[in-house]
């Protein structure tokens, strides 16, 4: 598929522009990498350490909080992608984005789809991920595999996606952000 094929298809916002996002929100951006893979585009995951303090083990997006040196939202998903899974940024092409969304946690997550060179090979930095994973991106998009569910928290009402892919669940944010893919595509 065409780099013109896929955004005509993903109907993404542009790539390199950040979004406006409030003072009260800590900025972070993630990558939703794809590769052409066996099973055609596939998106790259991540599992996170089990050591580490928030969402151990759990199943997310190469990214992180904005740094100081970061020049833009796309330069921290990449070096964040850089840190966590060793992806080279000059094999990522950016798609482009989608709407910020916002953590219980205090952050507004832009996320980005970059396009990642078929020769591009991935290594867990075990301080972050233990586990690089690929999932058939298709399958990610089929509204019909996304198991959503109504909660209270606080006092307010959230709804929250499932994903399961063999035997693995993915939620939280990761989940919300593939959901709000899906739903974008579907269009």
């Not at 190469?62 to 992608?81: C, F, K, N, Y």
């Not at 798609?95 to 953590?103: H, N």
């Amino acid at each position: 598929m065409t780099r013109a094929e896929l955004l005509a298809r993903f109907n993404l916002l542009p790539p390199l522009s950040d979004p406006f996002l409030p003072a009260h929100a800590q900025a972070a951006a993630v990558l939703l990498p794809l590769q052409e893979g066996e099973r055609g585009l596939e998106l790259i995951l991540t599992r996170r350490s089990r050591h580490l303090r928030h969402h151990p083990g759990q199943v997310s997006f190469p990214g992180g909080r904005v740094e100081e040196t970061d020049i833009s939202l796309w330069h921290t998903a990449l070096r964040e992608s850089e840190e966590e899974i060793g992806l080279d940024p000059s094999l990522c092409q950016p798609l482009g984005r989608l709407r910020a969304q916002y953590t219980v946690s205090g952050f507004a997550l832009t996320p980005f789809v970059g396009l990642v060179d078929a020769s591009a090979r991935f290594t867990a930095n075990p301080a972050e991920v233990e586990e690089v994973f690929q999932v058939p991106l298709e399958y990610l998009l089929d509204l019909r595999r996304h198991h959503l569910f109504t909660l209270r928290r606080r006092g307010r009402l959230h709804t929250v996606c499932f994903i399961r892919w063999q035997g693995i669940w993915v939620w939280g944010i990761t989940a919300a952000v593939l959901h709000q893919f899906a739903l974008q595509v579907a269009r």
